[in-house]
């Protein structure tokens, strides 16, 4: 089983394998490369800065159990657009006020109670300034994988995450897709 070693404050840590077949995924000198693989590096392809976020959110035993990366202030300010830094400052003091969340869950684990099995990351559309990547993952028992995607754009020079989306799970669509839900609507 492949490991990757992920420098964090100059702590290097061991971590889960980031797909179902046990290996990193496979990026293009296109995309950016794999630099989020280098010791000391710092992620900066869409795809590089998803496989990054789950590295962080796994922490060194790869069981999720510490703070999502989505909570982690150094991961907003390097990794997320400044208009969604900006909606989860204003969302995150709207949930002091009311003295109760307005996210009641990690959205890089689509869950409360995170359990990632066989991650598989994979870009899905890629544009000189905008990309999607999903990240699909098993959870718990569920037989069907969870898909959640990351939307990026270009901003200040690099690539910025700008909003999440994924399944809500056990509920379909009129069509038999699953429903989705999306962070940008949660931010309103």
Known sequence: MKRI?????????????????????ATSSKSGGAQANKPGATATSPLDIVVTIYK???????????????????????????SLRAGLIAMDAK???????????????NSQDPDVKQLSIKPVSMAEDKAVIAAS????TEKEPTTVRYDF???????????????IAGEKGSGGEPKQWSLRDMLK
């Open 5 to 25: 070693c992920l420098s964090l404050a100059s702590a290097c840590i061991l971590l889960l394998p980031v797909t179902a077949m046990g290996q990193a995924p």
């Open 95 to 109: 949930s002091k006020k009311l003295n109760e969340p307005i996210l009641d869950f990690d959205p890089i684990t």
């Open 153 to 167: 754009i270009k901003e200040d020079g690099g690539w910025k995450l700008d909003e999440v989306h994924g399944d």
């Open 137 to 140: 993952f098993f959870s718990h």
């Open 56 to 82: 962080i959110s796994a922490g060194a035993d790869g069981n999720y159990s510490k703070e999502s990366a989505f909570l982690n202030k150094s991961v907003r300010q390097r990794y997320f657009s400044k």
